[in-house]
């Protein structure tokens, strides 16, 4: 089997294409294959089983993409559904949860980490979970802020409306004097300035896209799959609904036009 085989990136829709958009800067020559299941995005607010439903069927489509190795963009199915999507890949399998919740304990040094994330991440404890088996000292405080999501989508990356909710959401955390913030979903590093802002830049922000960036790099190592050819690399996306939304607000989050996207049919919202 070929080293010059794409890496798969599944997402519940868009946001995967900020780990993505890592992946391209921390690996450039190699080439990656994205599904975005928009046809039932979002996973978030899904009880567990109907997300490990759909994990399992997203993966299939990787597989059936005939990928080298599998990145789960999105911490809804990292968080609870992993262990199917390692099940039945036949391929190494990386989530967003637990190379975020390492970078969170190597930043901190007064050991008060926040979490920010869906309702589904933040209930299922995961980044908590991770965090206290590295590290049983750290105390960790979490917060859902499930409009961040809408309000990244639509582009108000700098708006007065997403100040407001942003300093909203914020504030629980702002008075237990955390030191390390982990952006718990994919979409949340467009909101970035305005949360580092709002923190008054004493906290440092962890990107789990880009920590699962760093760890997908050691994993292709480990596995001798890293791709030999130096030639540009290919990036390839599938979606599960109509991709125009896609192809227009995916812009903004892989920061780079998406060229052709491609609809594969069967599944129903």
Request: proline fraction near 6%; include cysteine; charged fraction near 20%.
């Amino acid at each position: 089997m070929s080293n010059s085989r794409p890496i798969g990136v599944f997402d519940s829709g868009i946001g995967g294409l900020t780990v993505v958009r890592a992946m391209t800067r921390h690996l450039p020559h190699e080439n990656i294959t994205y599904f975005g299941d928009t046809a039932r995005v979002p996973y978030g607010p899904k009880s567990s089983q109907v997300v490990r439903d759909y994990a399992a069927q997203d993966t299939d489509v990787l597989m059936r993409l005939n990928v080298k190795a599998i990145v789960i963009a999105c911490n809804t199915v990292s968080a609870v559904a992993l262990d199917v999507v390692q099940r039945r890949a036949k391929v190494p399998v990386i989530g967003v949860i637990i190379p975020g919740a390492e970078a969170a304990v190597l930043a901190t040094s007064k050991k008060r980490v926040g979490i920010i994330g869906t309702i589904g991440t933040v209930n299922s404890n995961a980044y908590t979970n991770a965090i206290r088996q590295l590290d049983p000292g750290v105390q960790v405080f979490a917060q859902p802020c499930p409009l961040f999501v809408p309000l990244a989508e639509e582009g108000w990356i700098d708006h007065k409306a997403t100040e407001l909710v942003a300093r909203e959401y914020l504030f629980p955390l702002t008075l237990q004097k955390i030191d390390t913030l982990i952006l718990g979903c994919t979409h949340y590093p467009l909101l970035s300035d305005v949360i580092g802002r709002i923190l008054h830049h004493d906290v440092t922000l962890i990107d789990s896209g880009e920590a699962t960036a760093r760890a997908v790099s050691l994993m292709l190592d480990q596995h001798d799959l890293s791709n030999p050819s130096r030639m540009k690399p290919n990036l390839q996306f599938y979606v599960s609904d109509v991709p125009y939304k896609f192809s227009e607000v995916g812009e903004r989050f892989l920061g780079q036009k998406l060229g052709m996207v491609h609809r594969i049919a069967g599944f129903a919202a």
